[in-house]
């Protein structure tokens, strides 16, 4: 038997190396342009010395949590067709008395249908900080913006449908906030930022016309739009820090109801 550290409030041994990580993998087909959750998790021998769990390679943000004997660690992030066959490990480092470390993993390899409507601009920006993703069921109904006044976007949040996604960012104040009408959408997302630091404008149109105006116009201008005429916007992707919103890219496509795709 291998033991682990010995002041531990509660030892479980194992006999030589410990289980590899178990993977929760997304239903297929998974389409590009939506949002994956992938979940791994390996069994903890040690309450006090729990295994770290990495993913390899990072494509997005990653949670763990340690629920009794389990450490889970789940991982969420965009998928693309450049995505397709690519393979992603999971892998559990347990540290022993010694100082040396035990290592076990799991792999999964992507299988990504093609959406002929997805198209995807690509991100821009300092790209510093944490990385993040929007997601939800249903259109885009709605769009709350934070900015400091006379300075860069610090925040938004995304509706989708009935529900609010998380905020993205840093709140301040009293957001900026456009609601779509029924059958309404997002087409076009445009704008300033600096590439040092942040963005500095955002600017949603819709397919009505309206359009929604925060922050300064301040440094290089961008202009998002989706490839195909029947898409909307689906998706915001990027990273941010403490105080702001350092890029941004935007993924665009079409629902439909029946697949939620």
Same mark, same amino acid.
């Given at each position: 038997? *291998?033991? #682990?550290?010995?002041? /531990?409030?509660?030892?479980?041994? @194992?006999? +030589?190396?410990?289980?590899?990580?178990?993977?929760?993998?997304?239903?297929?087909?998974?389409?590009?342009?939506?949002?994956? =959750?992938?979940?791994?998790?390996?069994?903890? @021998? /040690?309450?006090?010395?729990?295994?770290?769990?990495?993913?390899?390679?990072?494509?997005?943000?990653?949670?763990?949590?340690?629920?009794?004997?389990?450490?889970?660690?789940?991982?969420?992030?965009?998928?693309?067709?450049?995505?397709?066959?690519?393979?992603?490990?999971?892998?559990?480092?347990? @540290?022993?008395?010694? +100082?040396?470390?035990?290592?076990?993993?799991?792999?999964?390899?992507?299988?990504?249908?093609?959406?002929?409507?997805?198209?995807?601009?690509?991100?821009?920006?300092? +790209?510093?900080?944490?990385?993040?993703?929007?997601?939800?069921?249903?259109?885009?109904?709605?769009?709350?913006?934070? =900015?400091?006044?006379?300075?860069?976007?610090?925040?938004?949040? *995304?509706?989708?449908?009935?529900?609010?996604?998380?905020?993205?960012?840093?709140?301040?104040?009293?957001? #900026?906030?456009?609601?779509?009408?029924?059958? =309404?959408?997002?087409?076009?997302?445009?704008?300033?930022?600096?590439?040092?630091?942040?963005?500095?404008?955002?600017?949603?149109?819709?397919?009505?016309?309206?359009?929604?105006?925060?922050?300064?116009?301040?440094?290089?201008?961008?202009?998002?739009?989706? =490839?195909?005429?029947?898409?909307?916007?689906?998706?915001?992707?990027?990273?941010?820090?403490?105080? +702001?919103?350092?890029?941004?890219?935007?993924?665009?496509?079409?629902?439909?109801?029946?697949?939620? @795709?």
């Amino acid at each position: 038997c *291998l033991g #682990l550290h010995s002041n /531990c409030s509660k030892l479980v041994w @194992y006999p +030589g190396l410990p289980d590899a990580p178990r993977l929760t993998t997304p239903k297929e087909p998974v389409v590009e342009g939506t949002p994956v =959750e992938l979940g791994c998790s390996a069994p903890s @021998y /040690c309450d006090t010395h729990p295994p770290t769990v990495t993913w390899t390679p990072a494509l997005g943000l990653s949670t763990q949590l340690q629920k009794k004997n389990t450490v889970t660690s789940t991982l969420t992030f965009n998928v693309s067709h450049l995505h397709h066959g690519n393979n992603v490990s999971c892998t559990a480092a347990y @540290y022993i008395p010694s +100082g040396n470390k035990t290592v076990t993993s799991t792999r999964y390899q992507l299988s990504i249908s093609s959406n002929e409507y997805y198209s995807y601009s690509p991100a821009l920006g300092s +790209g510093g900080g944490t990385p993040f993703v929007t997601s939800g069921e249903g259109s885009i109904t709605g769009v709350k913006v934070w =900015e400091q006044p006379g300075n860069h976007i610090t925040g938004f949040q *995304l509706r989708y449908g009935t529900r609010w996604d998380r905020a993205v960012g840093r709140v301040v104040h009293a957001p #900026l906030r456009l609601d779509l009408f029924e059958g =309404e959408t997002i087409t076009q997302v445009s704008g300033k930022y600096r590439s040092a630091n942040y963005i500095y404008q955002l600017i949603f149109v819709t397919s009505r016309g309206r359009s929604l105006i925060t922050g300064v116009p301040f440094e290089t201008s961008f202009n998002f739009y989706p =490839e195909h005429a029947e898409a909307e916007l689906r998706l915001l992707s990027g990273r941010f820090d403490s105080n +702001g919103i350092t890029s941004l890219g935007a993924h665009w496509g079409v629902f439909q109801e029946a697949t939620g @795709y």
